[in-house]
């Protein structure tokens, strides 16, 4: 007797895929770990991240928004300021470097830098550009508000069951001087761009995991007994500064993102990986769950992901109507910060498309004036 006499049928093409139709394709997650509703959960990452507090939440899930919005302002005001968007306001985090800098700066293994940037009068954080889109007054102020969000981290990481990442590029500017890592390029949101001074690097596989085995590490060593699960954004690339296809460059960076993110998982067992980046993307649904273009996932496509999610995770199975919905709860509302075609203006790096030379014809992509910073 051979190991393949005993699988499952999951683990076989033709009974786990071919032969099911996409909705009902089921078995795609075993949680390596139990997620008990009553234990806080924290969310960051990319802006596909964000969808997932508010899918915790109507799931009846204990999702800790750790910087709650001071009193006051309208929902539209709390909404530009990126409260209740991530369990913490850092805006996006792309990178696993990104993360190991904001969980060492809460946790004071290395101090945050001075550097904000000033436009016209008012002052940014150059690490989470779009948050405060009318700045602040000071420079000072800009330190004082990011102290805020590095003891909203301690307070709620220390605490926390589990954080679930969600991993988005590989491609990232750093400062030459400090090897510290920008959520965008300089000059693109907001700041200046120094060609003497902000360079751009590709992380490796061998670096996103040294990225995420040392942010995993500073985390359980304020909560051992924090567990993380990993997924990656299906979110494609606006743009590459490889100066490569924009496709090829989308599958490098998704490729080591998988890769890295599985690696861990399967090293620690407080570490888990679950396939959001799959479930969107594999070529059995047909790219169905992206919006005209191409790019940003629809509505339907992160109630499906999170259909996923709560199953495995209760001990479900989805059945042939899965793609219509049985867990109502967990479809998003409509989002008013995508556009006509779909474009998502949460996520930063979407500004980048305002740069692209050519003007696209009716029915693609129109550039416009420069989206907002959000």
């Known amino acids: ?31 390596a770990f139990a ?16 969808h997932l507090g508010p899918a915790l939440l109507l799931e009846g899930m204990n999702w800790c928004d750790a910087e709650i919005a001071p009193p006051g302002l309208t929902a539209a005001e709390r909404e530009a300021r990126w409260y209740g968007q991530f369990s913490f306001r850092t805006g996006n985090i792309y990178t696993a470097a990104a993360l190991r800098q904001w969980l060492a700066w809460a946790f004071e293994e ?6 904000a940037w000033e436009e016209d009068g008012r002052f940014y954080d150059p690490h989470r550009p779009a948050v405060e889109p009318d700045g602040h007054v000071t420079p000072e ?7 805020r969000t590095l003891a909203a981290i ?6 926390a069951g589990c954080l679930i990442f969600t991993l988005g590029l590989t491609e990232a500017w750093l400062d030459a001087a400090t090897g510290i890592a920008y959520p965008v390029c300089p000059g693109t949101v907001r700041g200046s761009f120094d060609a003497g001074r902000h360079v751009f690097h590709n992380f490796t596989v061998a670096e996103v995991h040294r990225d995420l085995t040392a942010a995993v590490s500073l985390a359980r060593r304020a909560n051992p007994g924090l567990r993380v699960l990993l997924t990656v954004s299906p979110v494609p690339l606006t743009a590459t500064a490889t100066a490569g296809h924009a496709l090829v460059a989308t599958t490098y960076s998704k490729s080591v993102l998988r890769a890295a993110a599985g690696q861990l998982a399967q090293e620690l067992d407080h570490v888990d990986y679950f396939p959001s980046y799959e479930i969107i993307t ?29 199953d495995a995770l209760h001990g479900d199975a989805l059945h042939g109507d899965a793609l219509h919905g049985r867990r109502e709860t967990a479809q998003p509302a409509a989002d008013p910060a995508r556009t006509d075609s779909g474009e998502d203006h949460w996520c930063d790096d979407a500004v980048l498309d305002y740069y692209n030379p050519v003007h696209y014809n009716p029915g693609h992509y129109d550039r416009g004036p420069v989206p907002p910073a959000r």
């Open 1 to 31: 007797m051979h190991p393949y006499e005993s699988l499952p049928a999951r683990s076989f093409w033709r009974t786990a895929v071919a032969e099911r139709a996409a909705p009902a394709l089921t078995d795609l997650w075993t949680p």
């Open 35 to 50: 997620i008990d509703p009553d234990e806080p959960l924290l969310t960051a990452g990319s802006c596909f991240a964000r």
């Open 110 to 115: 290395s101090p945050p830098p001075d550097e």
């Open 141 to 147: 102020a800009v330190r004082a508000a990011r102290q």
């Open 154 to 159: 301690r307070t709620a990481v220390s605490s």
């Open 282 to 310: 594999g070529h059995p649904f047909k790219g169905a769950f992206y919006e005209p273009n191409q790019r940003t996932v629809s509505a339907d496509g992160v109630a499906f992901v999170m259909r996923h999610f709560f």
